[in-house]
């Protein structure tokens, strides 16, 4: 079986003689899914497969680059891994592009109902992310709050400025709140984090002048 970056399998299929054309996208209201169990990861798997078939986005999970050291063979149509480490530090979680324009972003979920900490990020992240936004690049973290089951789309630019401030562990989630674009789960796609890139692209073509 070959896997995607995605994490799901890969679907050898006929292309389509038409390739489809989506120029806008609608998500059912009123419906909710979060309660089958699924992780934000799934769930954002999930809404970036629906964008990629539609046409409206191509985002992927990035791989974790891994040197494999050791491997045996108790049978012939079978490796099993012994021993591996990652190559390098991962940046961060999906990239892609919509619009025109290039996403990069994380996924982090936290049980906390009052806030969010802040050592889910690495350093090596919040430079990756900084860099991202010098390149004029769309960069967020999608934050799950499992116990209170809410979803926000919040600015790199705010975990940035938040993160480099000294003794600040965390982020309250009043702070999050009025920072971040607040998205609820659903169906087609589960999680319709796109709807908050819209409001960031408009919010930057006003700030341009464009």
């Known amino acids: ?21 989506r120029h806008s996208y609608h998500h059912r209201k009123g ?3 979060s309660d089958r169990g699924m992780t934000l990861e799934q769930q954002i798997n999930e809404s970036n497969k629906y964008y990629r078939v539609e046409g409206i986005a191509v ?10 050291v050791k491997v045996d063979y108790p049978k012939r149509s079978k490796a099993v891994i012994r021993e591996a480490y990652f190559r390098q530090a991962s940046t961060t979680d999906y990239n892609g592009v919509y619009n ?14 009052t806030n969010f900490p802040l050592k889910n990020f690495h350093e090596h992240q919040i430079i990756h992310l900084d860099e991202c936004l010098q ?11 499992t116990s209170l089951d809410r979803y926000f789309v919040t600015p ?11 003794h600040k562990s965390s982020m309250t989630l009043k702070e999050v709140e009025d920072r971040s674009i607040e998205i609820k789960s659903g169906f087609r796609p589960t999680l319709p984090y796109l709807n908050a890139i ?4 408009a919010d930057r073509k006003i700030n341009n002048g464009k």
């Not at 985002?59 to 494999?68: A, E, G, N, R």
């Not at 940035?160 to 000294?166: D, S």
């Open 198 to 201: 819209d409001r960031f692209i």
């Open 59 to 68: 985002v992927h999970k990035k791989p974790t680059p891994v040197q494999i």
């Open 135 to 145: 390149q004029q690049g769309i960069c967020f973290t999608i934050i799950r709050f």
């Open 31 to 33: 419906v909710n899914f």
């Open 156 to 166: 790199a630019s705010s975990i940035i400025a938040a993160w480099r401030k000294r």
């Open 1 to 21: 079986m070959v896997k995607y970056p995605s994490g799901s399998p890969a679907a050898f299929r006929k292309p389509d003689k038409k390739p489809k054309i």
């Open 100 to 113: 025109g324009y290039y996403l990069d972003f994380e996924a982090k979920e936290t049980r906390n109902k």
